[in-house]
């Protein structure tokens, strides 16, 4: 070949300043007028610079500096300058990435769309296209919800403060015991998101007037680099995601008081040290098959052409959602056999290995009653000192003393069953006594008629 077409490295990647058509730089040049974008686009602009963030593409990840060319002007302009750049072979042979990024909002409906293409260049010439969308709400158009919001994050900051107080109080009194409890760790968990919501939305208000600020000085006719605020807003949303899924959490605490949850969470923690070997069993039965569907079917399968896609679809066959006409297509001797052996190890094996360690730890606790949490007394205790506290305050000691002589004299239903029994058989035999009596009475009557 007449020249070499290296693959792309963070290591390799070419920084340096060019003129027109890749040529030597000079810094003394200066460019005439409305060629100033087009030698610009030759110059190099660090990611500093421009305020943007790596790029995770299919092939590779590509750094956020690069060669830029701002599409800012009328169309006509911009058709020109971009005819100027082809003819100076300004992507070429050793142009790895080509990214295209803008910003659009729609004021009707206060969003923003923030669009990310990549067109990443193979060393064999080939193009993967990849792109992004991400919608966002930044500004608020309403000041009232504004300032509902805000006091709802000022009233969420006061309760963890006093949150932060019962936790460290807390810790000082287990010391390391604290960090072995797994509720402690879900409330450490919900103290860190909380503050990390408040650090989000703060920055989001303050990018919010600094967008506000550019749009009225520009009417929108500039370039904003928006991929620092999409990443705060997509890290606030998984945040505040994360942090409502473990203060719902928080509830099987509070239903620990119900007898049939506290019979479940003494259950788990019956079996969990059965549970944690399974855990490492399981994981590497998993990693097995996951390696071997991986090793087979990389070439031929997009869904198996990478570990991680690989780890996702087993999981989906596990679940029952898997495309088994496309293996059957692509491998029809070994895809079945595999796919068979993967389901009789992962469901029928493993899934009854699991229902057996959970099934015998609730047998264990049945003959071992130490062993339920007995939290679920409390509301019963609770609720029969609500009744006699109001029961002496209407007058009625007399009625709630009968009670408690009745509760005395009481006997359970279940110790009349031998009772009742006893006189079922009685019946029972009495009516075939009268039936056996009835039959040896008409045999004789038709005897003596014959």
Not at 109 to 117: A, K
Request: net charge positive.
């Amino acid at each position: 070949m007449p020249f070499c077409v290296p693959e792309y490295a963070a290591t390799t990647e070419e920084t340096k300043n060019y003129s027109y058509a890749w040529s030597q730089y000079n810094p003394s040049y200066k460019s005439p007028w409305g060629w100033h974008q087009i030698y610009e686009a030759f110059q190099y602009t660090p990611a500093s610079y421009l305020g943007s963030l790596p790029q995770i593409g299919t092939y590779n990840i590509y750094g956020g500096g690069g060669y830029v060319y701002y599409l800012i002007g009328k169309l006509s302009f911009l058709q020109g300058n971009l005819t100027q750049l082809q003819l100076l072979n300004w992507i070429d042979r050793q142009t790895r990435a080509i990214q295209i990024e803008f910003a659009v909002y729609n004021p009707n409906i206060n969003l923003f769309l923030i669009s990310n293409m990549l067109i990443e260049v193979l060393p064999s010439g080939n193009l993967i296209t990849k792109s992004r969308y991400d919608p966002m709400i930044l500004l608020s158009n309403n000041k009232s919800i504004f300032v509902f919001n805000l006091t709802c994050i000022v009233l969420l900051v006061l309760f963890i403060l006093y949150y932060m107080y019962v936790e460290f109080t807390t810790l000082k009194k287990m010391r390391l015991n604290y960090f072995s409890e797994f509720w402690c760790l879900v409330d450490l968990a919900i103290i860190v998101l909380v503050w990390l919501v408040f650090a989000f939305y703060i920055y989001k208000i303050d990018a919010a007037n600094k967008v506000s600020t550019f749009f009225k000085e520009t009417s929108g006719y500039s370039y904003l680099n928006m991929q620092s605020i999409n990443l705060i807003n997509h890290s606030f949303v998984s945040c505040l995601g994360l942090l409502m899924f473990l203060s719902t959490l928080k509830f099987i605490k509070l239903l620990r008081f119900y007898k049939r949850v506290s019979y479940i969470s003494s259950t788990m923690k019956t079996a969990m040290l059965g549970l944690v070997g399974f855990g490492f069993l399981f994981i590497i039965v998993y990693m097995a098959f996951v390696q071997l569907f991986y090793l087979l079917l990389y070439d031929k399968l997009k869904t198996n052409s990478d570990m991680v896609r690989s780890l996702a679809v087993l999981f989906e066959c596990m679940l029952g959602v898997y495309d088994a006409n496309a293996l059957v297509n692509v491998s029809p001797i070994i895809g079945p056999i595999i796919f068979s052996l993967y389901n009789v190890v992962s469901v029928f094996i493993m899934l009854n290995i699991f229902i057996t360690l959970i099934t015998d730890s609730f047998s264990t606790m049945r003959t071992n009653p130490e062993l339920i949490n007995d939290d679920y007394k409390m509301v019963s205790f609770i609720k029969r000192k609500i009744d006699r506290f109001f029961g002496l305050l209407n007058g009625n000691s007399s009625s709630s003393s009968a009670a408690s002589k009745e509760r005395k004299n009481y006997i359970d239903k279940i110790d009349y069953l031998p009772k009742k029994f006893d006189v079922a058989l009685d019946k029972f035999e009495r009516v075939i006594s009268y039936i056996i009596i009835f039959s040896n009475f008409s045999m004789k009557k038709n005897i003596i008629s014959y």
